[in-house]
């Protein structure tokens, strides 16, 4: 069964860094989604992208943040410059239509020193 | 905006026994989607079953069945015949029917860890 992919499962930037969280989504899905989870919280959306451009966004998700799908597989989450708050587990989803079902990656543990 | 509260944070189960585990939420939408989501410690989020507002029968997938009462925003999910493998944490997730953004996030609650006794 096909998955999404992300990488790396674990990355440790110092604070102020700029960091890329990569995934690669179902190959036929065109909806796509970065959520994130606080060590003990619940899962928070963060943004989702459909038809090359953000659909909707968090309050979470301020200018510190971008994303991107660069080449027609990838899709990118960019944190320009890291804060300890921003240490969690991001995790990736796609689907094929709106509302069909999500699709999660296994996630990235992000550690900000 | 919606909200959804899971408020046992751990629950326990004997091996073969049956467990429920609670979800709440809260909407003024009349069509929306109900999940409960499997995260296992190898991380990845599992759908492990979904319910449709409009549809009065409460949704099955093998062991795994829910108590949805729309009127009263609950919906439960029970796992009957409990195995060592359910042992993970559970979340209940909302999401819109409708969205005019063309985006169809999903509302978690915080989560139940489910162990599993042998």
């Known amino acids: 069964e096909p998955e999404v992919t992300q990488t790396p499962s674990h990355q440790v930037t110092q604070m102020g860094q700029e960091v890329i969280l990569r995934c690669v989504p179902i190959?036929?899905?065109?909806?796509f989604y970065w959520y994130r989870q606080i060590l003990g919280q619940k899962v928070e959306f963060l943004v989702s992208?459909?038809?090359?451009?953000?659909?909707?966004k968090s309050e979470i998700f301020d200018d510190q943040f971008s994303v991107e799908r660069p080449d027609g597989s990838n899709f990118t989450l960019k944190i320009r410059s890291t804060k300890l708050e921003d240490s969690a587990m991001y995790f990736c989803?796609?689907?094929?239509?709106?509302?069909?079902?999500?699709?999660f990656g296994d996630g990235t543990r992000l550690s900000i020193l | 905006a919606q909200t959804v509260t899971q408020s046992q944070p751990e629950m326990s189960v004997q091996e073969a026994e049956t467990v429920t585990l609670s979800c709440t939420y809260d909407?003024?939408?009349?069509?929306?989607?109900l999940f409960w989501y499997k995260q296992p410690p190898s991380r990845q989020m599992i759908l492990v079953i979904r319910?449709?507002?409009?549809?009065?029968q409460n949704a099955t997938e093998n062991r795994f069945s829910v108590n949805f009462q729309k009127a009263a925003k609950s919906f439960s999910l029970k796992i009957s015949d409990s195995q060592l493998g359910d042992a993970a944490m559970y979340f209940c997730?909302?999401?819109?029917?409708?969205?005019?953004?063309?985006?169809?996030?999903?509302?978690f609650g915080k989560g139940t860890k489910l162990s599993v006794i042998p």
């Open positions: 989803a796609s689907s094929y239509t709106g509302r069909s079902n999500q699709h």
């Open positions: 190959s036929n899905h065109l909806y």
């Open positions: 992208f459909y038809n090359n451009e953000i659909s909707e």
């Open positions: 909407t003024s939408e009349s069509d929306y989607y």
């Open positions: 319910q449709e507002a409009y549809k009065q």
């Open positions: 997730a909302y999401r819109t029917a409708y969205s005019g953004a063309g985006s169809y996030q999903l509302t």
